[in-house]
């Protein structure tokens, strides 16, 4: 009787691996039937040849995960390394719920480890508990599965596998350790390492999965940049577009009205007005709109092309007085000295994480040397202003660097 209730268990555990893996296959129905079939009786008579032999721990978790992991890896879109992951669960699992299941219930009746004793005692019912459990874990585990290891990277997944195969390992030496009562040099040195291999390559894995995490914020960031400056371009397109049919509008309008009216100076102060007038610019921060609203009338009436590049997806980090003061001097001074080109550029980035600035003016002498230091000259000091600056980047924990090429000075700035 004992017999058949072992070979009823095995037949039934043997099943649910089967099923866990079948769950995976990508194929008709009839091809999971017979693909299935194949998997049972391939456990069936490994399990069988297995238990005939006294075998080097973990070798049986080997076996099942192989013939797990390549009906998975041939039946399925799954990677080979998210295979073998997929074929070492079902042992992980088992090992899991039998230990804790001996453990907890051999303290609950006897106060000590007996494994012997409980299996005597209340092995039928314990048994199937232990199964029924195993259903309910093979079933999330592979909903789970399928999701996850699709998001992981072959060396991800690949770490992932060698250290569930440790952790089965590791186990199993410790209930050979536990059951018997008998101190066992080889099975305690298996702990030992596998238990330190299995740190080692989670401390690795962490190290990756952070990585490309950064990765991929960075990959979001880049992506916030594009979406935040194509809504600015089609913001400034779409007003553009207004302007210009205002613009149009006011000239019927004048052709339409008596020339007496037409040439008075009012009337061409309007038209003037209307042919230099500049559209504003808007973004969330209300420091930088004024600044840059200001400071660009300012280069108008000098002649000088003023140039925006805005991708503001959040307000600087700043506060509002550091950041007026900021911008304030640095187009101060580029307006101040301007080169005979008459060109400025502002590139400025803000998000959550940093605030990036550059603005760059064209320039008729040298005004940084070799190691990015300015150079003070009778035509061009830098005084007070640059202390500003300077002392706005040190508190905010900022970094400042000049550069010139080309006749063209520039400053970056970076707050992060």
Request: hydrophobic fraction near 45%.
């Amino acid at each position: 009787m004992n017999n058949l209730f072992n070979t009823f268990v095995s037949v039934v555990e043997n099943g649910m691996y089967t099923g866990f893996f079948v769950y995976f296959m990508q194929c008709s129905r009839k091809k999971k039937i017979m693909f299935g079939l194949i998997c049972f009786i391939a456990l069936m008579s490994a399990n069988f040849l297995l238990s005939k032999y006294n075998v080097m721990i973990g070798f049986a978790s080997f076996i099942t995960a192989v013939i797990g992991g390549l009906l998975v890896y041939f039946c399925s879109s799954q990677s080979f390394m998210s295979s073998a992951v997929i074929g070492l669960t079902p042992d992980l699992l088992t090992a899991l719920i039998n230990s804790l299941l001996t453990i907890v219930f051999s303290f609950f009746f006897y106060g000590t480890i007996d494994f012997a004793q409980l299996m005597t005692s209340n092995g039928t019912w314990l048994t199937i508990l232990s199964k029924a459990l195993q259903a309910i874990l093979f079933w999330v585990s592979a909903k789970y599965l399928s999701k996850v290891t699709r998001k992981c990277t072959n060396k991800e997944l690949s770490l992932i596998a060698m250290m569930v195969f440790m952790t089965i390992i590791s186990i199993d030496a410790i209930e050979g350790l536990l059951y018997t009562h008998v101190f066992n040099e080889m099975n305690l040195s298996i702990i030992v390492v596998t238990n330190a291999i299995a740190a080692i390559l989670l401390i690795a894995t962490t190290n990756m999965i952070v990585k490309r995490n950064e990765e991929e914020r960075k990959n979001e960031l880049e992506k916030q940049l594009i979406a935040s400056q194509l809504k600015y371009t089609h913001d400034s397109i779409a007003a553009a577009d207004e302007l210009h049919r205002l613009r149009h509008d006011v000239q019927h309008l004048l052709a339409s009205l008596p020339e007496s009216i037409v040439l008075t100076s009012a009337a061409k102060d309007l038209q003037e007005r209307l042919s230099t007038i500049v559209l504003p610019v808007k973004t969330i921060s209300p420091v930088i709109d004024t600044v840059i609203n200001i400071k660009r009338d300012q280069a108008a009436s000098k002649g000088i092309r003023f140039d925006c590049i805005l991708n503001i997806i959040e307000s600087p980090q700043l506060s509002e007085d550091d950041l007026y003061v900021l911008l304030v001097n640095l187009l101060d001074n580029a307006i101040e000295h301007i080169g005979v080109e008459k060109t400025i550029k502002i590139d400025m980035k803000s998000t959550k994480n940093y605030f990036l600035l550059t603005i760059a003016n064209s320039v008729n002498n040298r005004i940084v040397d070799e190691n990015g230091n300015l150079i003070q000259t009778e035509e061009v000091k830098h005084g007070y202003g640059l202390k500003t600056i300077q002392a706005i980047v040190d508190t905010n924990a900022g970094n400042i660097r000049y550069e010139e090429k080309n006749h063209t000075f520039m400053v970056t700035l970076l707050f992060s």
